[in-house]
């Protein structure tokens, strides 16, 4: 019980201090409304890009770390009760099939803001 307690203790500090680091970092990252529009709009295009690039790259990643993690324990699971397989199966292709929908999700956001820049004036 104790060890629980610890490792909840841990999780909070934690948490906490990822939240107030947020707090400090975010507003240094704030830009005024005037030189947004004065830039053209080019560095928000850049970092956006940059952005969705990382996001499709850790997606991608840890999609593939949990889809081999997913596959590894399907097969010692059919290794242990052989007549279980079907059951087994089915899950595991439907678990392999809701983690890789996430990660075409991402792509679909990633070229969500590779082609229409965010903040961008409505061209008519």
């Known amino acids: 019980m104790e060890e629980a307690f610890i490792v909840r203790?841990?999780?909070v500090l934690a948490l906490t201090v990822l939240f107030v680091a947020f707090a400090i970092v975010v507003?240094?990252?704030a830009q005024d409304a005037a030189a947004i529009a004065a830039a053209g709009h080019n560095e928000m295009v850049k970092w956006s890009i940059i952005t969705a690039g990382f996001a499709l790259a850790i997606?991608?990643?840890?999609?593939?770390?949990s889809q081999s993690?997913?596959?590894?324990?399907?097969a010692e699971a059919i290794a242990r009760n052989?007549?279980?397989?079907g059951d087994i199966r089915?899950?595991?292709?439907?678990?392999?099939?809701?983690?890789?929908?996430?990660v075409i999700y991402v792509l679909l956001i990633s070229l969500i803001l590779f082609f229409l820049?965010?903040?961008?004036?409505?061209?008519?």
């Open 9 to 11: 203790t841990r999780l």
């Open 69 to 74: 993690r997913g596959l590894s324990a399907a």
């Open 27 to 29: 507003p240094v990252y």
């Open 59 to 65: 997606a991608a990643a840890f999609g593939a770390l």
């Open 117 to 124: 820049p965010p903040f961008a004036p409505a061209v008519r």
């Open 82 to 85: 052989p007549s279980a397989a």
């Open 90 to 102: 089915g899950a595991m292709i439907l678990g392999l099939v809701l983690i890789e929908s996430l």
